[in-house]
């Protein structure tokens, strides 16, 4: 099984802060690599596919970039509803497999 | 408007069963792999399993496998999955996810499970 690590497991940050989540496959997953927000009592909501490409709907401050095992998720200037739990997932292989999550709070 | 409903969540014995539906709307079902995410309280995200647009593969977690079965009835747009031999480990909340071309990209609202005596 592919292992997906994410860090930091937590951070604080402020609003306006440039924030960067990492998350780093054990195996090569090249670009299959996809980013979600989850807010407390809810669903996740996909934000970032194929490393790099923005789901519609998705504010632009969100960015993904890296391929292979390393992997960034960028929020250009974090917002007050931004924050929440980030997680990264591989859809390289099955199992599926998801980061540990990344808890961005003030 | 894509929609993914589940139900058939609630508290259950170790060792009893739970059924659980995800009626999905709004796009076209039969189309999409349809998979089942699971999480605990209060811890990050797991996959359980996944299975082909017509039903013919499925796949499963080595924690479920043997004892959970996915299914769907692409007529009635329904995603199922019977939970057999259930643990105090498989208490979380479940949630049915659409697939589009390798990104999981819909997912349902969620329906708890706990499993306790």
Known sequence: ?106 | EVQLVESGGGLVQPGGSLRLSCAASGFTFSSHWMHWVRQAPGKGLVWVSRINSDGSTTTYADSVKGRFTISRDNAKKTLSLQMNSLRADDTAVYYCVRETWGPLDYWGQGTQVTVSS
Not at chain 1, 54 to 67: A, H, N
Not at chain 1, 74 to 79: E, P, W
């Open chain 1, 1 to 106: 099984d592919i292992q997906m690590t994410q860090s930091p497991s937590s951070l604080s940050a402020s609003v306006g802060d440039r924030v960067i989540i990492t998350c780093r496959a054990s195996h090569s997953v090249g670009s299959y690599l996809t980013w979600y927000q989850q807010k407390p009592g809810k669903a996740p909501k996909l934000l970032i596919y194929a490393a790099s490409s923005l789901q519609s709907g998705v504010p632009s401050r969100f960015s993904g970039s890296g391929s292979g095992t390393d992997f960034t998720l960028t929020i250009s200037s974090l917002q007050p509803e931004d924050f929440a739990t980030y997680y990264c997932l591989q859809t390289y292989n099955t199992p599926r497999t998801f980061g540990q999550g990344t808890k961005v709070e003030v």
